[in-house]
C-alpha cells in the first residue's frame, strides 16, 4: 500500500477549488456557532450573503497568500496569510475537510502558511479564533502560538494567538 501523502501549493483565492473550501469552511463554521446560540443551523439567505461578502481578495499576492492542501491529490483544506503591517501576518481560513482531519494536515498547512508569511516579510503571525473552535485552539497551542490581547474587533472572535517567526526555527515546512 503507498503511503497517504498531502501536498500544499498557493492557489488564487478566486479559483473554483479555493470557492468550494471556503464554501465548505464557512458553512461549517457558521453551523456551529448557529447550533450553539440558537439550536439550528445557518439560514440559507444568511450563508449564501455572508460567504459571498468575503471573497478572500485580502489573500491574493502581493500582500498574501492562499494555500490549499490536498490529500491524495484531491482538496482537503486551506490556510492562507494576508500581512497586516510590515512585521505582522494574519492566519485566516485554517480548514481541512472532515474526511480528512487526523492525518497531520492542519499542522502541514500551518507551517506552510507560517513559511509564506515569513516569505512576505512577516516576523510574527497572529490569528483570531472562537471559544467553540475547541480544535483550533488546541491546534495553535500545541505548535507554538500563544495566547495574547485582541488585535482586532472581530465580531466573532474569542481568543487572539501569536508566534514570532524565525528564519532559522522550525517556521519551514517538512
Do not use: C
Amino acid at each position: 500500500m503507498a503511503p497517504m501523502s498531502w501536498t500544499v501549493s498557493p492557489e488564487p483565492p478566486d479559483s473554483p477549488v479555493a470557492a468550494a473550501l471556503w464554501r465548505a469552511y464557512y458553512t461549517e463554521v457558521s453551523d456551529r456557532w448557529f447550533a450553539l446560540h440558537e439550536g439550528r443551523r445557518t439560514p440559507e439567505d444568511e450563508l449564501e450573503r455572508e460567504i459571498a461578502a468575503d471573497t478572500g481578495d485580502y489573500l491574493a499576492p502581493p500582500n498574501g497568500t492562499l494555500l490549499v492542501a490536498r490529500f491524495e491529490g484531491e482538496p482537503a483544506g486551506t490556510a492562507g496569510v494576508r500581512m497586516l503591517d510590515t512585521d505582522t501576518a494574519e492566519l485566516k481560513r485554517v480548514f481541512l475537510r472532515e474526511e480528512n482531519r487526523g492525518r497531520g494536515g492542519a499542522a502541514l498547512l500551518v507551517a506552510a502558511a507560517e513559511h509564506a508569511a515569513l516569505g512576505l516579510g512577516a516576523r510574527r503571525i497572529v490569528l483570531d479564533t472562537r471559544s467553540d473552535l475547541v480544535e483550533a485552539r488546541t491546534l495553535y497551542t500545541r505548535l507554538g502560538y500563544t495566547e495574547t490581547a485582541p488585535h482586532n474587533d472581530q465580531k466573532y472572535a474569542d481568543h487572539w494567538f501569536t508566534k514570532p517567526l524565525n528564519i532559522t526555527g522550525n517556521d519551514a515546512p517538512r
